[in-house]
């Protein structure tokens, strides 16, 4: 039986007061939610200050990037173990902001999907399809490729520590969220490929869904057999939205 879990990116937002009111707000919300695992994943220079916020609670602490390297001359760069020694327990790696806005390919994200396991982080690896590559029905090909870079790098029991979630490009930011149906036959492609490997693997592998989730459409997507909670972005920025979504990860 897979746990579900909900982890909030909260991209580049974020102040120091309210960080403090969001969390405030937060901490007694997810008591409804108390068989999920949840987590947030902050902006860098918050990671100490949501840390100290979370102390003796349940949600998680998460990292939205790392560098490949442990350390050294690497200007503006964040080791994994810095990540550890912060409190953090999850780091997001391969998102698509990442891929598209910062050139991160397929190699680099294998490479810190591997920095992250080093340091006994669990990395959350980010796959999915833009638009175009739906429309032109490649969908299953692009996210396969994505995961098959992973695994040349750290192999079947590497990826077994880690988390895989599907984040359509498309549905990132946009409001527009992929159907229950779309999610599912993605999710479970990306099993099917997992137990071609191996099938104890694919059976404990959680694999989240990302891109416009809301209150209101979360359950659905949630209740599909192979949807594994899922990775939010605007929502979590909001305490009583992101709070629904985990009671929605619950039931
Ligand atoms: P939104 O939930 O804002 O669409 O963002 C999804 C996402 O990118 C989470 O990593």
Known sequence: MRRKLVIGNWKMHGKHQANAQLLEALLPALAESAGVETAV????????????????????????????????????????????????QYVL??????????????????????AALCA?????????????????????????EQIQAVLQRVGINGLAGGVIAYEPVWAIGTGETATPAQVQAVHRH??????????????AMRILYGGSVKAANAGELFAQTDVDGGLIGGASLDAASFAAICAAAQR
């Open 41 to 88: 994943c902050p902006p860098y220079p918050y990671l100490a200050q949501v840390a100290e916020l979370l102390a003796g609670s349940t949600l998680k602490l998460g990292a939205q990037n790392l560098s490949r390297f442990d350390q050294g001359a690497h200007t503006g760069e964040v080791s994994a173990h810095m990540l550890r020694e912060l409190g953090c």
């Open 120 to 144: 006994d982080l669990v990395p959350v690896l980010c796959v999915g399809e833009s638009l175009a590559q739906r429309r032109g029905e490649i969908t299953e090909r692009v996210v396969a």
């Open 93 to 114: 790696v391969g998102h698509s902001e990442r891929r598209s806005l910062y050139g991160e390919d397929d190699r680099l994200v294998a490479e810190k999907f591997a």
């Open 190 to 203: 990306i099993r099917s490929l997992l137990a071609e490997q191996d099938p104890a693997v694919a059976a």
